[in-house]
């Protein structure tokens, strides 16, 4: 069975720091996926992983993947308000007719 | 604008009572998903179906069936509403094909479910 598991599941930090947000899953899988979610908002897909070594950035997010060690992170630079969120991964079980694994997400608030 | 719609937005249901939340999309795209958030658990994978008339028991699929009669709707019933199923519930669409595997899933704005 695929699990997918987020560290940390908090995290308050101030304005213009750096954090790095882990995801972990526990079989193989080739497609993972970051997601952003607002306040009393739906899902909005933030970036697609597609192979080993990818990296995307999108202004102040970096996301990565080891397919080998079966991690992405979600590398957050300079760290500004409007990037406090709740943000998930999802991975593709490759024998489930493409359906996605969700962690649990990761609360991130910002102080200015 | 292509994209899911949900509806209601918002509803306040005695228990007991039977309820239908409504999700089309008008992507074309063949699989289908609703899924339950509830604060501190995640999403959580209720039912699927992954092509017009199929549907699957996703994670947690007690007390509630869904129909998929055509590719655009994906209807999500209670058939008892229980407290219990005070949830935002969350339709979403994917295509099994290369664009979904660039595009992930498209998710509708959710419905927030009160039942008292």
């Known amino acids: 069975e695929l699990k997918v598991e987020q560290n940390p599941l908090f995290l308050s930090m101030q304005e213009g720091k750096n954090y790095t947000i882990y995801c972990n899953y526990s079989t193989t899988s080739d497609r993972l996926y970051w997601y952003r979610q607002d306040p009393g908002k739906s899902l909005e897909s933030l970036f697609v992983?597609?192979?080993n070594g990818a990296v995307k950035q999108e202004g102040r997010l970096m996301a990565s993947l080891d397919t080998k060690a079966r991690l992405s992170t979600l590398h957050i630079t300079a760290a500004v308000h409007d990037l406090s969120a709740t943000y998930f991964c999802?991975?593709?079980?490759?024998?489930?007719?493409?359906?996605?694994?969700w962690g649990a997400g990761t609360k991130l608030i910002i102080k200015p | 604008i292509a994209g899911i719609t949900q509806a209601p937005t918002s509803q306040i249901l005695a228990a007991g009572r039977r309820m239908t939340l409504r999700c089309t999309q008008d992507?074309?795209?063949?699989?289908m998903y609703w899924y339950r958030q509830d604060l501190g658990l995640g999403l959580r994978l209720i039912h699927y179906?992954?092509?017009?008339?199929?549907?699957g028991k996703g994670e947690v699929p007690d007390g509630y069936s869904v129909s998929r009669a055509n590719t655009d709707d994906f209807p999500l019933t209670l058939a008892s509403a229980v407290p219990s199923q005070t949830s935002v519930y969350f339709c979403a669409s994917s295509d099994s094909n290369r664009r979904q595997i660039l595009y992930g899933y498209t998710f509708g704005s959710g419905t927030r479910l009160t039942v008292v």
């Open positions: 992507m074309r795209h063949n699989a």
């Open positions: 999802a991975v593709v079980a490759l024998d489930s007719n493409y359906q996605l694994i």
């Open positions: 179906s992954n092509t017009a008339g199929t549907t």
């Open positions: 992983l597609l192979s």
